[in-house]
């Protein structure tokens, strides 16, 4: 049996019609870390898609709990291969502030850039492994299914560093690569770690 | 014919009822092909861009311009796009890095803000025009419709430069005005948008 109101059909067959406004914000895939070395999206894989259905995608991270103390998470992208490894130009920026009020202060993070590099870049400043220390953020990825133009991407993430300091960082670049991106992996620094990173499709 | 489940009404008017489907919700795409602007304008085109939402959030993506260090702009207007001239005070920073690994850096860029100026504020550093350059990012505007305070926005882009440099750029700023914003425009410093889209969405 079919919806139809006012003329438009809105339900059909088991699903609502495509022409019926919605959200754009649709939850693609949960993975939860549970002392995992890594978490990967790949598209089309564990019902995961990361390709041109939506316009650009949302990485929530929360509560990521390392098991090694001061461990950045970081991210790595797949361009066709197995391997994550696509080369990235990137920035990386931070305020900071301690519990004791001491050392308010922003910067930019040479050691946490990276200059066409296929290495895994950071997300978050070092996040203690103490048992109320975690981060969590987010990272956009724009079109990443495009063959025509280099991906970009943004993240901003909060942490909390084993010396008590309330960390903010802005890591974001260029994925230098005109293949689609078609996998992102995340993992830390060093060491496993726990914690919930859900992927969102923003559509049109 | 509406549908009504439990007393909620689901359906009805041919559409999904106010609190179904999620609250990001898509509004307008307009796709740049060479073009001179990009307009949103209230009650035109479909557009949304009222008292509906409390704040609109604006996708930038696959902003590639047609010749070398021009950057995407835009503008506010209060007369339904009559004219985009409304003063506004804004701020503007950026992280730097090549892909030679040279200069990261992070700083605020005073010939970028505006204060009180009514021209169009920048989105971007002048972003490079190579096949495989473009920006990306997103604005944030909140509550443009109100009539009781300044209208604020804040916003972050990815941009590839044409000395094959990722920038980071953050910017962010109030129109001053207290009557209600009802379009915006997006266009490059100098030249067209030779091509990509931008998405307007409601937050509901």
């Known amino acids: 049996m079919g919806v139809i109101s006012a003329g438009t059909t809105l339900l059909d067959a088991g699903a609502l019609d495509s022409d019926v406004a919605t959200g754009k914000m649709t939850l693609i895939k949960t993975l939860t870390a549970s002392n995992s070395a890594?978490?990967?999206?790949?598209?089309?894989?564990?019902?995961?898609?990361?390709?041109?259905?939506?316009?650009?995608?949302?990485?929530?991270f929360i509560d990521i709990h390392p098991e090694t103390d001061d461990a950045k998470l970081m991210v790595n992208f797949r361009d066709g291969g197995t391997a994550y490894d696509a080369p990235k130009t990137t920035n990386f920026y931070r305020a900071q502030h301690g519990?004791?009020?001491s050392n308010g202060q922003q910067g930019y993070r040479t050691d946490d850039d990276l200059a066409n590099s296929?290495?895994?870049?950071?997300l978050t400043m070092d996040i203690g492994n103490g048992n109320d220390e975690s981060a969590s953020g987010e990272m956009t990825i724009f079109n990443p299914s495009s063959t025509t133009f280099t991906k970009h991407f943004c993240a901003t993430s909060s942490a909390l560093y084993s010396g008590n300091f309330a960390m903010q960082s802005f890591a974001a670049g260029t994925i230098n690569v005109t293949a689609a991106v078609d996998g992102v992996q995340f993992t830390?620094?060093?060491?496993?770690?726990?914690?919930?990173?859900?992927l969102y499709g923003i559509g049109a | 014919m509406g549908l009504i489940s439990d007393g909620s009404t689901v359906f009805d008017a041919g559409a999904m009822a106010a609190g179904f489907g999620g609250a990001l919700v898509f509004i307008k795409k307009l796709t740049a092909s060479n073009s001179a602007t990009?307009?949103?304008?209230?009650?035109?085109?479909?557009?949304?861009?009222?008292?509906?939402?409390?704040?609109?959030?604006?996708?930038?993506?696959?902003?590639?311009?047609?010749?070398?260090?021009?950057?995407?702009?835009?503008?506010?207007?209060i007369d339904g796009g009559t004219n985009y001239n409304v003063a506004k005070t804004t701020t503007f920073f950026r992280a730097t890095h090549g892909e030679d690994g040279s200069s990261g850096a992070i700083a605020y860029v005073t010939g970028a803000d505006l204060a009180q100026g009514t021209g169009f504020a920048r989105l971007d550093?002048?972003?490079?025009?190579?096949?495989d350059q473009c920006m990306s990012g997103i604005l944030s505007l909140y509550n443009p419709g109100q009539t009781s305070f300044v209208k604020h926005f804040i916003s972050r882009t990815s941009v590839s430069r044409p000395t094959n440099r990722a920038n980071d750029v953050n910017t962010s700023g109030y129109a001053n005005t207290t009557t209600a914003i009802n379009a915006v425009q997006f266009k490059m410093n100098s030249g067209n948008i030779g091509s990509g889209d931008i998405c307007l969405y409601g937050i509901a």
């Open chain 1, 38 to 60: 890594n978490l990967s999206f790949v598209h089309g894989a564990s019902s995961v898609i990361f390709d041109g259905t939506y316009d650009s995608y949302v990485f929530k």
């Open chain 1, 99 to 101: 519990e004791n009020g």
């Open chain 1, 118 to 122: 296929t290495a895994v870049q950071p």
């Open chain 1, 188 to 198: 830390m620094e060093s060491g496993n770690f726990n914690g919930v990173i859900k």
């Open chain 2, 38 to 77: 990009l307009s949103f304008v209230n009650g035109a085109s479909s557009v949304v861009l009222d008292t509906t939402y409390k704040e609109y959030l604006f996708t930038l993506k696959n902003i590639h311009a047609g010749t070398d260090d021009t950057g995407l702009t835009f503008n506010v207007s």
């Open chain 2, 125 to 131: 550093n002048d972003m490079g025009s190579d096949n």
